[in-house]
């Protein structure tokens, strides 16, 4: 059974960092793309970040390039998002979600629970 | 910036039938796969379609999707509705910058 399991979010001053973690188990890691979505709340869906299954590639959406990092560490079988220089919009339940391919060319098939990130002073 | 525009709200009563529009800002809709995503209240999204008109197992056939190039849209059709069905629906496609565009968004209300 595929899992997806996000850790990490919280309350956070502006301008503050934040690293989630998504812990995946039920499927070979490395072989498949993950992304970040987010969502803030009563909000739409919002595509974040994307990485590859080797890692070696990367994508950002505009609204977070330069401030956030996406990373994975296939022995670890774990996703993360550095996350740095955070505004108050970037407000959101951040969900994990699992591509279809190796890379980012599909779509996905399985999403974790998500995780709270609040930016308030 | 590709965007997908959805109609905000729909809502039907049950046993009758939905369509949910996804219309591309521009390009053509048809040159890639449109998928779509359920999320019930409180709940991270699910696939009911992808690759325009794909079921994932588990998904019953009264989830259904197409495509129409002349208006460069894709639809969801949700036939037989049942009060579970009540949720927020999402298509997504991408284009040569962004991997993946998400629409706006779409409350299905069973009356």
């Known amino acids: 059974e595929v899992q997806l399991v996000e850790s990490g979010g919280g309350l956070v001053q502006p301008g503050g960092s934040l690293r989630l973690s998504c812990a995946a188990s039920?499927?070979?890691?490395?072989?498949?793309?993950m992304s970040w979505v987010r969502q803030a709340p009563g909000k739409g869906l919002e595509w974040v970040s994307a990485?590859?299954?080797?890692?070696?590639?990367?994508y950002y959406a505009d609204s977070v390039k330069g401030r956030f990092t996406i990373s994975r560490d296939n022995s670890k079988n774990t996703l993360y998002l550095q996350m740095n220089s955070l505004r108050a919009e970037d407000t959101a339940v951040y969900y994990c979600a699992k591509e279809v391919w190796s890379d980012p060319l599909g779509y996905f098939d399985y999403w974790g629970q998500g995780t709270l990130v609040t930016v308030s002073s | 910036n590709f965007m997908l525009t959805q109609p905000h709200s729909v809502s039907e009563s049950p046993g009758k039938t939905v369509t949910i529009s996804c219309t591309g800002s521009?390009?053509?809709?048809?040159?890639?796969?449109v998928q779509w995503y359920q999320q019930r209240p409180g709940s991270a999204p699910t696939t009911v379609i992808y690759?325009?008109?794909?079921?994932p197992s588990g998904v019953p056939d009264r989830f259904s999707g197409s495509i129409d190039s002349s208006s460069n849209s894709a639809s969801l059709t949700i036939s037989g509705l049942k009060t579970e069905d009540e949720a927020d629906y999402y298509c997504?496609?991408?284009?040569?910058?962004?991997?993946?565009?998400f629409g706006t968004g779409t409350k299905v209300t069973v009356l």
């Open positions: 039920g499927f070979t890691f490395s072989s498949y793309a």
């Open positions: 990485i590859s299954g080797s890692g070696g590639s990367t």
């Open positions: 690759e325009d008109n794909q079921r």
């Open positions: 997504q496609s991408y284009d040569s910058s962004t991997p993946y565009v």
């Open positions: 521009s390009g053509s809709i048809a040159s890639n796969y």
